[in-house]
């Protein structure tokens, strides 16, 4: 049975829980990830930052102001709302991405079953795990593609 240690993502990027939006918009725009685990300044998991977390906080300080439930932006949006779009955008990139992260984290321990953890994110509709050593350090992630690549070698 293949383990967790066999099909993560190994090193994992991660960012900070005080660096900001700005930040970790580059990096998930650089790496081309959807998200990626919040490390305290200890080292230690606190939190996953996704692409959701932070459009979910864009609607919330009128940032992008006229989506729809998906997180597009309508193409019907007023020209008008640009200054206010640009304004909030510039303020995005001074919010600390442990104020936006998801807190609430699930994680697995490197010898964790594939199945066990395939489970998990199905039950539990999370797009990504961090993968923990026995002392709680972070080592990797597993993505839903890397189970579906798990699938595809079997």
């Known amino acids: 049975m293949q383990k967790a240690k066999d099909i993560m993502s190994s090193p994992p990027i991660s960012i900070c829980?005080?660096?900001?939006?700005?930040?970790?918009?580059k990096l998930l725009a650089e790496h081309h990830f959807s998200g990626v685990p919040?490390?305290?300044?200890?080292?230690?998991?606190?939190?996953?930052?996704?692409d959701a977390d932070i459009i979910r906080y864009s609607e919330k300080v009128k940032v992008?102001?006229?989506?729809n439930l998906s997180g597009?932006?309508?193409?019907?949006?007023?020209?008008s709302t640009l200054a206010t779009m640009r304004k909030g955008i510039e303020s995005l990139h001074h919010t600390r991405v442990g104020d936006v992260m998801?807190?609430?984290?699930?994680?697995?321990?490197?010898e964790a079953e594939v199945s066990d953890i395939a489970r998990l994110?199905?039950?539990?509709?999370?797009?990504?795990?961090?993968?923990?050593?026995?002392d709680n350090e972070l080592v990797g992630i597993i993505t839903r593609a890397d189970m579906v690549q798990c699938m595809a070698q079997m």
């Not at 992008?64 to 989506?67: F, I, L, Q, R």
């Not at 597009?72 to 020209?79: G, L, M, N, R």
């Not at 994110?121 to 026995?134: D, E």
């Open 17 to 25: 829980e005080d660096q900001t939006l700005q930040e970790v918009i």
């Open 102 to 110: 998801t807190k609430k984290i699930h994680v697995v321990n490197e």
């Open 64 to 67: 992008v102001p006229n989506t």
């Open 38 to 50: 919040v490390l305290s300044g200890t080292g230690k998991i606190v939190g996953i930052i996704s």
């Open 121 to 134: 994110m199905n039950r539990r509709n999370i797009n990504r795990v961090p993968v923990v050593n026995s």
């Open 72 to 79: 597009w932006i309508s193409p019907y949006a007023d020209v």
